[in-house]
């Protein structure tokens, strides 16, 4: 607790504990008054006096004033237990809310603590000195230890270590990092020591980048919030306008019809409106739902830029994916081997040797497969002929490795079936000896990604891609994505979206899901972009909404779930809220729900739309 | 351009308050008040400088709400 909080508990209880001693003393008239003035002024002085500073500034309506009104018209008309009574509550409330608040934005500060707090340099005597990375410059040697956070982006010179990355990406796996790799900011060295030239400066680095990005998301407002902060704007004036005409409207209508006017009586009730028009309850829970919901994302490595996204995020019915690097892993690998008249192994060995002069993708996955060193003395007279693939002599023999105009070029027939993949074909002394097919691999978790996406509610997934018609209609069925666009620019992708855009429905979101790379047009076209794998990346993280810093494609229905309950939180709060204050409100008009009644609506309406907007830090299972 | 400053200020209404008289202040093209971080964003228009300003700017929030501050 802070020291002003410390004060007001120390008012609160002494004037408790004075209005329960002035139950047993009997006062009669005047001393009774004075006695209760005593617990009234320690407990609601600072009320009093900012009530009088905002009729002086002409901003009358805020609490304070309402407050004041409230329990001095109690006192006046001699109810001076109830007067003090709901002052004390009032405060005992604002402690509340200030204590709880306070405390929650700890908690959810802490879940985005990634900020290093040193650095270490070493100093002339190989000592290592801690100073503040703030004060790093770029190039600059740093010495990471064991269980220590990697203070600035940089480059390895010495060591090797495992690095935690969960507080970034939320994956728990390790990473092994070696000399010569690039690390980012945020990790925790787990095991060795590790010398970083840095390649950044502090405010440039990841962990700047993200932290900037999360504590200003808030920032961005959602519409229910807008909403609330408009309801607040209209709703005091307006029960401020409702007590009046309570106060006065009723006893003038019952002077008219000839009964007793009861002024004390409505007055009474018109002052329980008064309590009961502070809008705090939601003003204070619906940006703390989404703070909570936007920290306990960041938590996953899930960043979440605003709000407004997580608004949007939750409507997203339908979930447009780029192919490679997204879906899958960007990364090509032999997948089947079709050889003709020769066993497999042999098939791959001549492809991989004649292939081992090239850096293309396709020869770097040859030679994967063929998974043995490279005997350079064997291959003999390579040419390379662009866009058709490679001869040599491989042990003397004319070996020919490319596609199907290659083997035209060569004069031989190709015998092979369809199959998806590139194709590369082999012949051998001018006879066809087989096919090797290659494929981009399914990232794993891919499949589960998408039926999560379903269960979450979201309608329709399409694939767009810029692969071949039957390569992409393949990896589409084995994730049973529902729609397939193939061989598309990357103008064409963003015209795909501009359709999908078009056609959807009102209060619903299309989402492009990309990995940053080259889509960035698209990204932000979309009602929202989310970028994928943009751990140290720049580029993703400006262009998208939403970032997920890792890879998993699972990510994507956990940020949709996320942000599901995030808003259906904030719905149970708005309705919870208006709900209990509109049925005081009638009972106070009626008479049935007097000024504590009042004040224990307010205050635990509070309490409890704090504790539910807590729940949204909290993760759901998928 | 745009400026951060951190703020104190204890209830969420009196934060958006502080806002509304932040943005109403001349000189300040927009102004976002962050009750959850305690942060308040200000964008000045053109040419404003952010000395002559913030003061008024901080001014504008004292009347509207007396128990606040904005750090400069």
Known sequence: MSRKQKKMLVRIIVSAALIALLQAVPLQGAWRLAAYMVPYWIIGYDILLKAAKGVRNRQPFDENFLMAVATVGAIVLGEYVEGVAVMLFYQIGELFQSYAVGKSRRNISALMDIRPDYANIEGADGELVRVDPDEVAIGTVIVVQPGEKIPLDGVILEGHAALNTSA??????????????????????MSGLLRIRTTREFGESTVSKI?????????????????????????TPAVCYGAVALALLPPIVRLLLGMEAQFGEWVMRALTFLVISCPCALVVSIPLSFFAGIGGASREGVLVKGSNYLHALSQTKVVVFDKTGTMTQGVFEVSEVSPCGMDAAQLVEWAALAESYSAHPISQSLKRAYGQ???????????????HGVTARVDGKRVAVGNERLMARVGVTVQAGRQPGTLVHVAVEGVYAGCISIQDRIKPGAREAIDALHRQGVSRTVMLTGDRDDVAQKVAAELNIDEVHSELLPAQKVSWVETILEKKAKGETVAFVGDGINDAPVLSRADIGVAMGALGSDAAIEAADVVLMDDDPRKIALAIALSRKCLRIVYQNIAFAIGVKGVCLVLGALGVAGMWAAIFADVGVMVLAVLNAIRAMRIPKL | MKKTYPIEVDCANCAAKMEEAAKKTAGVRHAVVN????KMVVEFEEGADPKTVMPAVRAACKRVEDDCEVFL
Do not use: H
């Open chain 2, 35 to 38: 009750f959850m971080t305690l």
């Open chain 1, 211 to 235: 932290l900037e990005l999360v504590e200003n998301a808030s920032s961005r407002k959602s519409p229910p919030e807008n909403f609330i902060t408009k309801f607040a704007r209209i709703y």
């Open chain 1, 373 to 387: 060193a490279i005997d350079a003395s064997r291959v003999q007279d390579v040419e390379e002929i662009g866009g």
């Open chain 1, 168 to 189: 970034l990406t939320g994956e728990s796996l390790p990473r092994e990092v070696q000399e010569g790799d690039e690390v980012i900011s945020g990790c925790v060295n």
